[in-house]
């Protein structure tokens, strides 16, 4: 019994290695094929000029520009929303039926397709409420898209703060608020950033629903009320309509580049955060700085 135990157990681990295997196989097959094809057209031209004849010359300066706006401006609206729905549903609810419909429903919006958020926010935005096709209504709607990601990701991260840290800050004399506020949110921010991170990736990756609400204006954004074209669209656009492969190719490279920055220095400054974060309690500075600013009320 005792060797049929083990011999499962390393067929267990044999297999999740080998899925882990092909899904990072997978993903640098993509990415190699995508750089080998796109990096050639790369240069300082493409990266910082305008383009020309709808994209077949030119550089792509506008769109990264206009990437870079309206995943901003939709971080800007969700990550409050986002945050503030995962505190309320973890410190200040119970659980039941109203917490229960509240989950489900956050469920039920990360499974929508993005095309019908693209419908509603085209719909509504563009069209009832006259923001026409702006980086505001693209950055409502991805908002929107990204409530779901960081509403989970920042409650589980919330739930894995030990009621330990709860307890000893409330037995100081701390309002429940203070506690969130210096204690449960700074032990919880690394889950909370990542909840972020991943919705950076789906934000300044989404092309359907940008297409219905930001629209393709070829020019530098200047304001959150103007047309602009991102660089999923731009990408689309070049080889869907048979522009210019060798620049959707390198489109697709400078994004899947910047997409790898972001990550990369999110994941640096969350990682030298948590180290800092657990020196502070393990020479018990935390207690200390805590005790000073529950006592003077700050």
């Not at 096709?133 to 898209?145: C, D, K, P, Y």
Request: hydrophobic share 55%.
């Amino acid at each position: 019994m005792r060797r049929i135990t083990k011999y499962t157990q390393g067929l267990a681990f044999v297999l999740l290695w080998v899925t882990a295997l092909i899904t990072i196989g997978f993903l640098l097959l993509i990415v190699f094929f995508i750089l080998k094809e796109g990096l050639p057209s790369v240069n300082w031209e493409f990266l910082t000029a305008y383009p020309r004849r709808m994209g077949r010359e030119g550089g792509i300066f506008p769109t990264i520009i206009a990437s870079l706006y309206l995943t901003l401006a939709s971080l800007v609206i969700a990550t409050p929303i986002g945050i503030g729905a995962a505190i309320y549903l973890t410190e200040y609810t119970r659980e039941g039926a109203g917490t229960k419909i509240i989950r489900f429903a956050t469920e039920i919006l990360a499974g929508v397709p993005s095309i019908i958020f693209g419908l509603f926010g085209f719909a509504f935005l563009v069209t009832f409420l006259k923001l026409g096709f702006s980086i505001l209504s693209g950055a409502i709607t991805l908002a929107l898209m990204l409530l779901p990601t960081i509403i989970r990701t920042a409650e589980e991260a919330i739930k894995s703060v030990p009621n330990s840290y709860r307890e000893g800050s409330l037995a100081l004399g701390a309002t429940k608020w203070v506690t969130i506020a210096k204690v449960v949110i700074p032990a919880a921010l690394p889950g909370i950033v990542t909840g972020i991170i991943l919705g950076v990736g789906r934000a300044i990756g989404e092309t359907a629903a940008v297409w219905l609400t930001v629209g393709g204006a070829l020019r530098l954004p200047i304001s959150i009320m103007d047309s602009a074209r991102p660089m999923t669209l731009h990408l689309y656009t070049l080889a869907a309509e048979g522009l210019s492969l060798p620049r959707a190719y390198a489109t697709a490279s400078i994004l899947i580049i910047c997409i790898w920055i972001i990550n990369t220095v999110a994941n640096l400054l969350m990682a030298r955060f948590s180290l800092k974060l657990r020196a502070q309690f393990f020479h018990g500075e935390f207690e200390a700085a805590f005790c000073d600013k529950a006592i003077s009320g700050g």
